[in-house]
């Protein structure tokens, strides 16, 4: 069994323009990083040109389906029916996506076959990520 769960989802940025450009995104849930989610957009969708990512919890992203989740650089709201609503916050500006509701219940629930929800500690590797952490401090 695979260590990674990734799905490509749909995204549409919500732009001041009145139509929404869509994007493609994908989701990522590693077990190596029990807590995390990432959602990486490709170089065209970015300004820079280059691939973005963005790690957020797990956590976040399953309360923002049902209710306004975050106040840092990520937040995740429901919006309507079968959308939801995925904020990045950044010194440059805010971007604003739109994913199907169902992907993203789709993405976590993967996710929660890899690494149930309340066992991150068990998949973590602490002596690793300590070594890790004083290495990049030198």
Known sequence: MSNVVEQAVEAR?????PRMETVPATLKYDRDDPFAVRMAFPAPAALEG???????SRELLAEGL???????????RPYG???TVVEFHAPEGIAMVHIRTSEVRRFLKRAQHLVPV???LQFLDLDQNLADLLRDAR
């Open 13 to 17: 940025l919500v732009a001041s323009a």
């Open 50 to 56: 280059t691939e973005v990512t963005w790690a957020f």
């Open 66 to 76: 049902d209710a306004p989740a975050g106040v840092g650089d990520v937040r995740v």
């Open 81 to 83: 029916f079968d959308r």
């Open 118 to 120: 309340g066992q991150e």
